[in-house]
């Protein structure tokens, strides 16, 4: 595939966000176990031990991936490139699913940011009958060598902020959310790294995706709107 490389890493270091209301001895117990957590998975040899396990499912699935990839770049509308993202997406997400923490009634990753583009918001809004905003104000728009480009978006505001399609931690649109949803997995034991805590940054093994985020800038990102989920489906709208 054209963007996809053979070396590229399986491991994806991010930093999870921020959540108010957190009582600051809970706090404080909370953050010792994440330190310690982070202190043995980043390790050199902590390191070594997360790549060896992503690779041993990743690594046999280039070629799936490589081919799902291809019916992505050749989707003859933007709706059919959503549809393949999907399925993109759910293939890396079946193929890591033996070594990720994600579990059903999980919903960390229900609270922070998640990216939208304009043609995927047509395509869930029409599916789940619900009318996207039309131009969000804190909307942007992606293009090639000018404009804003999706990480300059500072989608910090929706630390600990539900997802408006989270119901009693579950995904009320389990079906049709979002690509971004869909490719993101921890590639620890449990969430305990993916929780929210106030004003504290910390590193999560997320599996790497780039190659399909990138797709999907390319094909129903660029010279599309991007928003926040709850930008295009606010609450009670
Ligand atoms: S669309 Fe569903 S999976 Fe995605 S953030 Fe919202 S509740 Fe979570």
Known sequence: MGGMRDDVSPIETSSSGVQANMPDAAKAEHMLKVRQREAQLFSEAGLAVL???????????????????????????RRKAVIWLRHAADALSTTVASEVACRPGCSACCRQGILVSEAEADVIGKAIHRTPIKSPPSAIMVSVGLGQKPEEMDLSRFDGVPCTFLMGDRCSIWSERPVMCRLQASFDRDALLCEIVPDEQIQVPYVDASPEKALYLAKVGVGMLLADIRDWFPPNH
């Open 51 to 77: 790549k060896q396990r992503a690779l041993s499912v990743i690594g046999p699935a280039m070629d799936t991936r490589s081919r799902l990839a291809k019916r992505v770049l050749t989707a003859e509308s």
